[in-house]
């Protein structure tokens, strides 16, 4: 891994491999993780911003996927998408790849069943016991979209088993209704239940370019983003002024997810 050099992949620098101190040297990045910026609600992300983290960190997985001898990630999640100041925006890298597999060698293997990977962002073909794929990627994508567009943490608490039986039987995340359709659309198609009827990263960045555009045109509100709040409303006299409100994506009701 530390002879792949892209933008938007972790820079690997070196190892230290003294028994019971092993260790990766690794490229610093100030923000942490892409969970992190969307829990600890330290930015206030435009669709401009969202945008542009969702197109970076597919070209990462993109690249990975191109390579001459393909790698997939297997563990792709909001945990893992690594994150840095950079001029007026975000640059984005796709990192920890713990887990992952030249394409060729996971093909050979069998599958190492629900443990590869962080539930909330598997496939449903891995949850029956499928082997991973780019396909099994793009899904994780998709659901780390979802996170981006929510700053929601996918299925909350749910039991691991009822994460596994709603997903198998093709139910999916509530997608918030006032989000740009264009977007709402890209996260449908990543997470599709079929695997061969999910686009390819490439296919993924062609329809990312024109959400972009059609922000740089002015014809999607940069404010039409999740509230930021600061406290609970629940359980505070905090309110969210009607003004504020309509200029917010609806935030997925809380579920209850039923195997």
């Known amino acids: 891994m530390h002879q792949i050099h892209y933008d938007h992949i972790l820079n690997i620098f070196g190892a230290c491999m003294e028994p019971n101190n092993y260790a990766l040297i690794v490229e610093y990045m100030s923000l942490g993780s892409l969970y992190d910026i969307l829990r600890q609600k330290r930015f206030q ?8 983290i969702a197109n970076q960190m597919t070209k990462g997985i993109n690249y990975l996927h191109k390579l001459p001898r393909p790698i997939l990630h297997r563990d792709i999640k909001s945990l893992n ?3 840095t100041e950079h001029g007026k925006g975000f640059l984005v890298k796709v990192a920890d790849f713990g887990l992952a597999k030249i394409r060729h060698e996971t093909s050979r293997q069998s ?4 443990s590869v990977g962080t539930l909330p962002w598997k496939a449903p073909e891995l949850l029956k016991m499928g082997r991973h794929t780019e396909a099994s990627d793009v899904y994780a994508l998709g659901v780390v979209f979802w996170e981006l567009c929510t700053e929601c943490e996918p299925y909350e608490e749910a039991e691991d088993s009822t994460i596994s039986a709603f997903v198998m039987r093709g139910d999916r995340l509530d997608i918030p209704t006032n989000i740009p359709k264009r977007f709402a659309d890209l996260i449908s198609s990543a997470w599709a239940h079929e695997p061969q009827k999910r686009p390819n990263c490439q296919q993924l960045l062609n329809l ?10 002015n014809k999607i509100s940069q404010t039409n983003v999740p509230p930021v709040l600061k406290k609970n409303v629940a359980n505070s006299d905090e309110t969210v002024s009607p003004q504020q409100r309509s200029r917010s994506p609806e935030r997925p009701k809380k579920r209850q997810y039923e195997i």
């Open 81 to 83: 998408i690594l994150m």
């Open 111 to 114: 599958s190492r069943g629900p």
């Open 208 to 217: 990312i370019k024109p959400i972009s555009s059609e922000i740089d045109e």
């Open 45 to 52: 992300l435009t669709w401009s911003d969202r945008c542009s």
